[in-house]
């Protein structure tokens, strides 16, 4: 089945600055893959996503970037608010109809003022 | 967008009685929903796939008659913790897709709290 490798675990980052969290999975069969926020005692709230036949996409200060031969993805976060403390999951899933997001372990993002 | 509610939001209970938890899909058809459970500063691990209709499928190691799993709508999937104890204490939370099928929405979370 499908793993997810999530790093780092925790992000320390000045406000302002730029955050990057990176995740690797291992089925070849995955082609959708969202990025979650969560905050304390809150369900994941979906921030961007991706699919297999991008390989960039970009909401303002998000990004997403996706290797596919690599099997790795990247959340990228500019100009870094405290707002942007939290915990945030990456996860692929096969896009088909049913299956089950496989998330990474979390990374914990801490912006300080 | 999609919006997937929960109840109750928290619930503390005795050990040995059983819980019941509501998973809701508000504005859209939801045949097929997934539970979670989430251990404080842990990920989310999927428990079972809930399908409307039909059996829900669950992840190895995760108890069927203890979890008990109703979809009986198109909008309502029921998680049933029976003869709860200490150790089924977490953050449950359930998620649905929405329209486009791989996007997958969550509601906002059930804390138990077994005594």
């Known amino acids: 089945g499908e793993n997810v490798e999530q790093h780092p675990s925790t992000l320390s980052v000045q406000e302002g600055d730029s955050a990057v969290i990176k995740c690797t999975y291992s089925?070849?069969?995955?082609?959708?893959f969202p990025w979650y926020k969560q905050e304390l005692g809150k369900g994941p709230q979906l921030i961007i996503d991706?699919?297999?036949?991008?390989g960039e996409k970009k909401d303002q200060r998000i990004a997403v970037t996706l290797n596919k031969t690599a099997k790795h993805f990247s959340l990228h976060i500019t100009e870094t608010q405290p707002e942007d403390s939290a915990v945030y999951f990456c996860?692929?899933?096969?896009?088909?109809?049913?299956?089950?997001?496989?998330f990474g372990k979390g990374t914990t993002l801490s912006v300080s003022s | 967008g999609a919006v997937v509610s929960q109840h109750p939001s928290r619930v503390i209970c005795k050990s040995g009685t059983s819980v019941k938890i509501e998973c809701r899909s508000l504005?859209?058809?939801?045949?097929?929903m997934f539970w979670y459970r989430q251990f404080p500063k842990q990920s989310l691990m999927l428990m079972a796939t809930?399908?409307?209709?039909?059996?829900?499928?669950?992840e190895q190691g995760v108890e069927k008659d203890k979890f008990l799993i109703n979809h009986a709508s198109l909008t309502l999937s029921t998680l049933t913790v029976t003869s709860a104890h200490p150790e089924d204490s977490s953050f449950y939370i359930c998620?649905?897709?929405?329209?486009?099928?791989?996007?997958?929405?969550f509601g906002p979370g059930t804390r138990l709290t077994v005594l």
């Open positions: 998620s649905a897709p929405g329209p486009s099928m791989d996007t997958q929405y």
């Open positions: 089925d070849s069969a995955s082609n959708y």
């Open positions: 991706i699919r297999s036949n991008v």
């Open positions: 996860a692929a899933s096969s896009n088909q109809a049913g299956t089950a997001l496989i």
């Open positions: 504005d859209f058809q939801a045949t097929t």
């Open positions: 809930s399908n409307e209709g039909s059996k829900a499928t669950y």
